[in-house]
């Protein structure tokens, strides 16, 4: 079984920060991509932001300047460090891994609520 635990979630005024942790835990051969998905009501869950095992990092127009993504895979962990907040912002956000376990697939965390008041 594998499973990603996330933490950090809260409230805080806009302007604020907050970081976000996940670790990734289990039956895990090797991952792959770590990132960070939102989700606000009403709406599709959107890609915040994401780093693949060679580099590569991916961040959602929204959040570029503001958001840090950073992995530490000897512990199979990522964070999302989240500066200038804003009313926007507010969404449940999900941890998500594609790893190799049994087999490769997506897995993804119980989420985290941050609000964002203005």
């Known amino acids: 079984q594998v499973q990603l635990v996330e933490s950090g979630g809260g409230l805080v005024q806009a302007g604020g920060s907050l970081t976000l942790s996940c670790a990734a835990s289990g039956n895990i051969f090797s991952i792959y991509t770590m990132g960070w998905y939102r989700q606000a009501p009403g709406k599709q869950r959107e890609l915040v932001a994401s780093?693949?095992?060679?580099?590569?990092?991916d961040y959602a127009d929204s959040v570029k300047g503001r958001f840090t993504i950073s992995r530490d895979n000897a512990k199979n962990t990522v964070s999302l460090q989240m500066n200038s907040l804003k009313a926007e912002d507010t969404a449940v956000y999900y941890c998500?891994?594609?790893?190799?376990?049994?087999?490769?697939?997506?897995?993804w965390g119980q989420g985290t609520q941050v609000t964002v008041s203005s």
């Open positions: 780093k693949a095992n060679g580099g590569r990092t």
């Open positions: 998500n891994a594609n790893l190799l376990g049994l087999r490769q697939r997506d897995y």
